[in-house]
């Protein structure tokens, strides 16, 4: 099995930043990708962006384009959400997905984020 925890939510002025991580553990090997996805109260879940393993190729959501930025570190298995210029609408639960060869999918448990003044 895969474990992930994510890390780096909390509460945020609009404008601010915030880094989000997650870190797998188990049976992490051959990790094909991983990505962020998120929640807002009311609202189905969502995808935020995903980062390929290997390559490192990126991919996001027309809503964070040129205001997140996903990255890995392959040797801490762990991968993360760089978040700048927040917006209120950014408030969500953020949750985090890997996809192995082994395990296939699997998801965190979520790290709230709140965008308000």
């Known amino acids: 099995q895969v474990q992930l925890v994510e890390s780096g939510g909390g509460l945020v002025q609009p404008g601010g930043s915030l880094r989000l991580s997650c870190a797998a553990s188990?049976?992490?090997?051959?990790?094909?990708?991983m990505a962020w996805y998120r929640q807002a109260p009311g609202k189905e879940r969502e995808f935020v962006a995903v980062i390929s393993w290997s390559g490192g190729s990126t991919l996001y959501a027309d809503s964070v384009k040129g205001r997140f930025t996903i990255s890995r570190d392959n040797a801490k298995h762990t991968a993360y959400l760089q978040m700048n210029s927040l917006k209120p609408e950014d408030t969500a639960v953020y949750y985090c997905?890997?996809?192995?060869?082994?395990?296939?999918?699997?998801w965190g448990w979520g790290t709230q984020v709140t965008v308000s003044s």
């Open positions: 188990g049976s992490i090997s051959s990790i094909y990708a």
């Open positions: 997905k890997t996809t192995t060869a082994t395990t296939g999918i699997t």
